[in-house]
């Protein structure tokens, strides 16, 4: 019964190199969400996917950062010509559904480091 | 800007006390409100959760109470453990929505 899976779980880019980050939600949850922490500090929501859409990314930067959630496969954050402020632990989630009383199921982060 | 946040950013309790973590937030259209637990290079990790037409619930050594008078939420543990000590979110979402709002977190650390 495996969870949200997160890979890699710790990525090292130099600034404008691209940054891949993975997850794979719980068998059968359709809602993908993706969040950025910082260190002592909470998490900060980018953006909402069901499968093949996306439904709210109005936390996400508009320029060098994208997400998808393809039909097969895994949900992808990519963040294009990296910068140092761009260096977090990336964590997504996954749900269910969007009903009220579903809580999220969260990986165990991508910590991302740009030299 | 974030609108759940905490009073303490840290709380050390003796092994074995009742730990009690607040949370303040300001949305009233929130309607559902969950507690997270995050250890070191782990992710966030499900607690409790409470929805706004009740004002407690309890689980398995911990509580959840909801004022919704004044737009407050804490976190009880009951005979606090080493294994209790992380770092504590509430986040708050409403019906309908689906952007989960998560307050700047507590430390928890436990002495033995």
């Known amino acids: 019964n495996a969870g949200v899976m997160q890979n890699p779980r710790h990525l090292v880019r130099r600034r404008g190199q691209e940054a891949r980050l993975r997850c794979s939600p719980v068998?059968?949850?359709?809602?993908v969400y993706w969040y950025r922490q910082l260190p002592e500090e909470g998490l900060k929501f980018m953006v909402y996917?069901?499968?093949?859409?996306?439904?709210?990314e109005s936390g996400m930067p508009k320029e060098r950062f994208s997400a998808e959630f393809p039909k097969e496969g895994p949900s992808i954050l990519r963040i294009q010509q990296v910068v140092r402020g761009d260096s977090a632990a990336y964590f997504c989630?996954?749900?269910?559904?969007?009903?009220?009383?579903?809580?999220?199921?969260f990986g165990d982060g991508t910590r991302l480091s740009i030299l | 800007g974030e609108n759940v946040g905490l009073h303490l950013p840290t709380l050390s309790v003796q092994e074995g006390d009742n730990s009690i973590i607040n949370c303040a937030y300001s949305?009233?259209?929130?309607?559902?409100f969950i507690w997270y637990k995050q250890e070191s290079g782990k992710g966030p990790q499900f607690i409790i959760d409470?929805?706004?037409?009740?004002d407690k619930r309890q689980g398995q050594r911990v509580t959840v109470l909801l004022n919704k008078t004044v737009k407050h939420l804490s976190l009880q543990i009951a005979a606090t453990q080493p294994g209790d000590s992380a770092v504590y979110f509430c986040?708050?979402?409403?019906?309908?929505?689906?952007?989960?709002?998560f307050g700047a977190g507590t430390r928890l650390f436990v002495k033995a």
């Open positions: 989630a996954s749900s269910p559904g969007q009903a009220v009383g579903q809580p999220q199921h």
């Open positions: 068998k059968g949850h359709s809602h």
């Open positions: 996917l069901q499968k093949e859409n996306i439904i709210d």
């Open positions: 949305n009233s259209a929130s309607d559902y």
């Open positions: 409470i929805r706004s037409n009740m």
């Open positions: 986040a708050e979402s409403n019906t309908g929505g689906f952007k989960t709002i």
